[in-house]
């Protein structure tokens, strides 16, 4: 089993900037991916951005130029910067990691962009 514990939500403003942080534990196995997606109200829950094991990135066209992924494989963390934010990425933010078929998701942390 593996936990996933999320931080660094917040209330921002139009323009400005937010770093979500994610941390696994549980059991030492080897995560596939880590990232991030995202929920808002009336919504699907969409993928945000996600880095495999060898640091290669995968961004939604939506935040592409705006937000960044990075992963530390030692400390089974996984950040995503976020920057120039918009009204429109007002969501529940969840952590994800998958092994191999399996996805793990954290409890979710609230972004809302609003002046």
């Known amino acids: 089993q593996v936990q996933l514990v999320e931080s660094g939500g917040g209330l921002v403003q139009p323009g400005g900037s937010l770093r979500l942080s994610c941390i696994a534990s549980?059991?030492?196995?080897?995560?596939?991916?880590m990232g991030w997606y995202r929920q808002a109200p009336g919504k699907q829950r969409e993928l945000v951005a996600s880095?495999?094991?060898?640091?290669?990135?995968n961004y939604a066209d939506s935040v592409a130029g705006r937000f960044t992924i990075v992963r530390e494989n030692r400390k089974n963390t996984v950040y995503l910067q976020m920057n120039s934010l918009k009204p429109e990425d007002t969501a529940v933010y969840y952590c994800?990691?998958?092994?191999?078929?399996?996805?793990?998701w954290g409890q979710g942390t609230q972004v809302t962009v609003s002046s």
């Open positions: 994800n990691a998958k092994v191999i078929v399996i996805n793990y």
């Open positions: 880095v495999r094991s060898d640091g290669s990135p």
């Open positions: 549980g059991r030492s196995i080897s995560l596939d991916s």
